[in-house]
């Protein structure tokens, strides 16, 4: 399963053996809110985490082994243009603070005290708090966010991604296209991607009326967040893949569109 804007058609073939189900974007769909709430409070989470109230903080909640160098590179100009920002990370793994902070040794020591490290957070508190006390997730290129960039963007934090050619690159893209956010939250190299970072820590405005889309989106249970709509194209996507078993057809790539779903005599679509 996945969709047309995180796996292009026409690269499908290079990228993967299997025969692909395409549902109309995105394939990764935001999960329901916790069903236990955190015990702790907005005010307690600032403190557990030592998080400073007066800085604009940027966070990355992903693996870092997802992290190339070009990337942090980019967050390090991003630190250097915007005094008042922080970056937080989590140790995911262990030894990616120790390799981190040795390749800023070399490059810029100053920036240092500025990258806040922490252990993974408890997940109602990820879910809860983080997107309240962070201002922009920064993506990771080669490799996005999945789970956490929907999970994000459902606690109303913007997501600022440069996609690649890739379906690994390209998740955090097909989340943002089905909130109609590209515009605002996609960049289109690493430079732009610095300018866009820089950009939202200074216009505050700019950046609530973001915050206020995905939010609104959410409430209207608008592309990422209808759940209702996803289960239903997941559900037409492998009754036909199986109707193509039954009637003895060779796999073959799938592609859903809403009209096709609401139709049901249809029983499947070519490339």
Known sequence: MCDAVACDPSTADQQFTEKLIYLPAPYLMAPRAPSEPAQTTLKDFYRKYKLP??????????????????????WLQILSKTSSSILWLIRAPPEAEFNILVEMKEINSKLRRRILFTDKLDREELLTYAPQACKLFLDTHL???????????????????????????????????????????????????????????????????????????KKNEVGLFNLQNFIQKFVTGLQRA?????????????????NMIKNDSHVHSEL
């Open 242 to 258: 199986w109707q193509r078993y039954e009637d003895g057809l060779e796999p073959d790539h799938i592609v859903l569109s809403e």
């Open 53 to 74: 109230k007066r800085k604009f903080i940027y966070c990355c909640f992903s693996q870092l082994g997802k992290l190339d160098q070009p990337t942090f590179h980019s």
């Open 143 to 217: 490799y996005n966010a999945h789970t956490v960039s929907a999970e994000m963007l459902q606690g109303g934090l913007p997501i600022l991604t440069y996609p690649g050619n890739t379906m690994a690159s390209r998740v955090a893209l097909s989340h943002l296209m089905s909130l109609s956010l590209e515009r605002q939250l996609v960049a289109n190299n690493h430079t732009h991607f610095v300018q866009l970072a820089v950009k939202y820590c200074t216009d505050k405005k700019a950046l609530a009326e973001i915050r206020n889309a995905i939010l609104e989106a």
